[in-house]
Protein backbone atom coordinates (compact mmCIF):
# COMPACT_ATOMS: atom_id res chain seq x y z
CA UNK A 1 0.00 0.00 0.00
CA UNK A 2 2.76 2.31 0.38
CA UNK A 3 4.54 1.80 -2.34
CA UNK A 4 0.98 2.64 -3.84
CA UNK A 5 1.46 5.90 -2.40
CA UNK A 6 4.79 6.80 -3.16
CA UNK A 7 3.95 5.82 -6.65
CA UNK A 8 1.05 7.78 -7.28
CA UNK A 9 2.34 10.49 -5.48
CA UNK A 10 5.54 10.53 -7.57
CA UNK A 11 3.54 10.08 -10.75
CA UNK A 12 1.05 13.68 -9.35
CA UNK A 13 4.20 15.26 -9.12
CA UNK A 14 5.93 14.67 -12.45
CA UNK A 15 3.98 18.03 -14.22
CA UNK A 16 4.97 20.64 -11.37
CA UNK A 17 8.51 19.12 -12.10
CA UNK A 18 8.48 18.87 -15.98
CA UNK A 19 7.18 22.65 -15.51
CA UNK A 20 9.63 23.70 -13.02
CA UNK A 21 12.26 22.83 -15.48
CA UNK A 22 11.02 24.52 -18.15
CA UNK A 23 11.19 27.94 -15.84
CA UNK A 24 14.39 26.54 -15.03
CA UNK A 25 15.72 26.34 -18.31
CA UNK A 26 13.85 29.40 -19.19
CA UNK A 27 15.93 31.07 -16.63
CA UNK A 28 18.91 29.99 -17.74
CA UNK A 29 18.51 30.62 -21.31
CA UNK A 30 17.47 34.08 -20.32
CA UNK A 31 20.65 34.51 -18.56
CA UNK A 32 22.32 33.61 -21.33
CA UNK A 33 21.20 36.49 -23.26
CA UNK A 34 21.35 38.86 -20.58
CA UNK A 35 25.35 37.57 -20.41
CA UNK A 36 25.77 37.94 -23.94
CA UNK A 37 24.08 40.84 -24.06
CA UNK A 38 25.74 44.41 -24.64
CA UNK A 39 23.88 46.28 -22.15
CA UNK A 40 24.67 46.28 -18.59
CA UNK A 41 22.12 44.03 -16.71
CA UNK A 42 20.86 47.09 -14.78
CA UNK A 43 19.90 48.51 -18.21
CA UNK A 44 18.75 45.50 -19.44
CA UNK A 45 16.31 45.42 -16.59
CA UNK A 46 15.51 49.10 -16.88
CA UNK A 47 14.77 48.42 -20.97
CA UNK A 48 12.12 45.75 -19.61
CA UNK A 49 10.82 48.01 -16.86
CA UNK A 50 10.06 50.43 -19.23
CA UNK A 51 8.54 48.58 -21.85
CA UNK A 52 5.98 47.15 -18.87
CA UNK A 53 5.09 51.00 -17.77
CA UNK A 54 4.63 52.26 -21.22
CA UNK A 55 2.11 49.81 -22.00
CA UNK A 56 -0.09 50.38 -18.68
CA UNK A 57 0.30 53.60 -19.19
CA UNK A 58 -1.05 53.27 -22.88
CA UNK A 59 -3.87 51.03 -21.70
CA UNK A 60 -4.78 53.57 -19.01
CA UNK A 61 -4.47 56.32 -21.34
CA UNK A 62 -6.24 55.37 -24.18
CA UNK A 63 -9.86 53.27 -24.55
CA UNK A 64 -9.36 49.93 -26.20
CA UNK A 65 -9.01 49.45 -29.43
CA UNK A 66 -8.35 53.30 -30.31
CA UNK A 67 -4.12 52.65 -30.52
CA UNK A 68 -2.38 49.61 -31.74
CA UNK A 69 1.33 50.31 -30.67
CA UNK A 70 3.84 48.22 -29.11
CA UNK A 71 6.86 49.54 -27.03
CA UNK A 72 10.36 48.33 -27.61
CA UNK A 73 12.87 49.72 -25.59
CA UNK A 74 16.62 49.11 -26.16
CA UNK A 75 19.46 51.16 -24.19
CA UNK A 76 17.31 53.61 -22.76
CA UNK A 77 16.03 54.38 -26.59
CA UNK A 78 12.55 53.85 -26.94
CA UNK A 79 10.62 52.57 -30.79
CA UNK A 80 7.13 53.38 -31.07
CA UNK A 81 5.66 51.21 -33.75
CA UNK A 82 2.00 50.42 -34.75
CA UNK A 83 -1.06 52.38 -35.71
CA UNK A 84 -2.80 55.43 -34.00
CA UNK A 85 -6.20 57.17 -35.61
CA UNK A 86 -4.77 60.81 -35.70
CA UNK A 87 -1.96 63.15 -35.49
CA UNK A 88 -3.14 64.10 -31.99
CA UNK A 89 -3.14 60.69 -30.60
CA UNK A 90 -0.24 60.59 -32.28
CA UNK A 91 1.75 63.45 -29.98
CA UNK A 92 -0.19 62.49 -26.82
CA UNK A 93 1.40 58.90 -27.03
CA UNK A 94 4.57 60.17 -28.05
CA UNK A 95 4.06 62.26 -24.48
CA UNK A 96 2.90 59.49 -22.10
CA UNK A 97 6.13 57.67 -23.14
CA UNK A 98 8.45 60.41 -22.61
CA UNK A 99 7.96 61.29 -19.70
CA UNK A 100 8.51 57.79 -18.03
CA UNK A 101 11.93 57.46 -15.58
CA UNK A 102 14.79 56.52 -17.67
CA UNK A 103 13.39 57.09 -21.22
CA UNK A 104 16.29 59.21 -23.10
CA UNK A 105 15.37 58.84 -26.67
CA UNK A 106 11.76 58.59 -28.29
CA UNK A 107 11.41 57.32 -31.78
CA UNK A 108 8.13 57.66 -32.80
CA UNK A 109 7.11 55.35 -36.32
CA UNK A 110 3.13 54.89 -35.68
CA UNK A 111 1.39 55.53 -38.81
CA UNK A 112 -2.04 57.33 -38.46
CA UNK A 113 -4.56 54.34 -40.20
CA UNK A 114 -6.72 51.64 -38.73
CA UNK A 115 -5.48 48.91 -36.56
CA UNK A 116 -3.67 46.27 -39.27
CA UNK A 117 -5.23 42.79 -38.88
CA UNK A 118 -4.29 39.23 -37.72
CA UNK A 119 -3.07 38.52 -41.10
CA UNK A 120 -0.65 41.21 -41.15
CA UNK A 121 0.22 40.67 -37.80
CA UNK A 122 1.29 36.86 -38.57
CA UNK A 123 3.66 37.94 -41.61
CA UNK A 124 5.28 40.31 -39.19
CA UNK A 125 6.08 37.73 -36.98
CA UNK A 126 7.23 35.46 -39.48
CA UNK A 127 9.86 38.29 -40.72
CA UNK A 128 11.06 39.09 -37.76
CA UNK A 129 11.31 35.16 -37.01
CA UNK A 130 13.08 34.51 -40.52
CA UNK A 131 15.51 37.80 -40.25
CA UNK A 132 16.50 36.39 -36.92
CA UNK A 133 16.96 33.15 -37.60
CA UNK A 134 19.40 34.35 -40.77
CA UNK A 135 21.16 36.36 -38.00
CA UNK A 136 21.54 33.18 -35.97
CA UNK A 137 23.41 31.47 -39.71
CA UNK A 138 25.61 34.12 -40.07
CA UNK A 139 28.56 34.68 -38.31
CA UNK A 140 28.76 38.50 -38.85
CA UNK A 141 26.46 39.85 -36.46
CA UNK A 142 25.61 38.30 -33.44
CA UNK A 143 21.44 38.42 -33.29
CA UNK A 144 21.75 38.90 -29.19
CA UNK A 145 23.33 42.29 -30.22
CA UNK A 146 20.38 43.49 -32.39
CA UNK A 147 16.76 43.55 -31.06
CA UNK A 148 14.38 42.90 -34.53
CA UNK A 149 10.91 44.79 -34.77
CA UNK A 150 8.69 44.01 -37.58
CA UNK A 151 5.24 46.10 -38.20
CA UNK A 152 3.45 46.19 -41.62
CA UNK A 153 6.56 44.48 -43.63
CA UNK A 154 8.97 47.15 -41.83
CA UNK A 155 11.94 45.63 -39.84
CA UNK A 156 13.73 48.07 -37.81
CA UNK A 157 16.53 47.36 -35.63
CA UNK A 158 18.18 48.41 -32.17
CA UNK A 159 20.81 47.38 -30.58
CA UNK A 160 24.46 48.79 -29.55
CA UNK A 161 26.67 47.53 -32.31
CA UNK A 162 29.59 48.38 -34.62
CA UNK A 163 29.08 50.29 -37.71
CA UNK A 164 29.93 47.10 -39.76
CA UNK A 165 27.53 45.04 -37.19
CA UNK A 166 24.99 47.19 -37.95
CA UNK A 167 25.51 47.45 -42.15
CA UNK A 168 25.27 43.29 -41.72
CA UNK A 169 22.45 43.40 -40.16
CA UNK A 170 20.44 45.93 -42.72
CA UNK A 171 21.72 43.66 -45.92
CA UNK A 172 20.93 40.39 -44.06
CA UNK A 173 17.10 42.54 -42.94
CA UNK A 174 16.73 43.99 -45.97
CA UNK A 175 17.45 40.83 -48.32
CA UNK A 176 15.05 38.88 -46.59
CA UNK A 177 11.56 37.69 -48.54
CA UNK A 178 8.77 40.06 -47.50
CA UNK A 179 10.73 42.46 -46.31
CA UNK A 180 9.79 46.45 -47.82
CA UNK A 181 12.02 48.44 -45.59
CA UNK A 182 14.29 48.64 -42.88
CA UNK A 183 14.92 51.14 -40.43
CA UNK A 184 18.30 51.02 -38.30
CA UNK A 185 17.79 52.49 -34.56
CA UNK A 186 21.25 51.39 -33.87
CA UNK A 187 23.52 52.97 -31.45
CA UNK A 188 27.13 52.47 -32.67
CA UNK A 189 30.11 51.91 -30.37
CA UNK A 190 32.46 52.97 -32.81
Known amino acids: ?3 FIWVALLAASLPVVHGCAAVVVGGAATGVMVADDRRKTGVYLKDEEIELRAMDRLRGQFPEKTVSVSVTSYNHQVLLTGQVPDLETKTRVQEAIRVIPNVAKV ?30 QSDKVSSNHVKVVTEASVVYLMGLVTKEEGEDAAQIAASTKGVTRVVKVFEYLN
Open 107 to 136: YDETTVSGVTSLTSETNDTAITTKVKARMV
Open 1 to 3: MKK
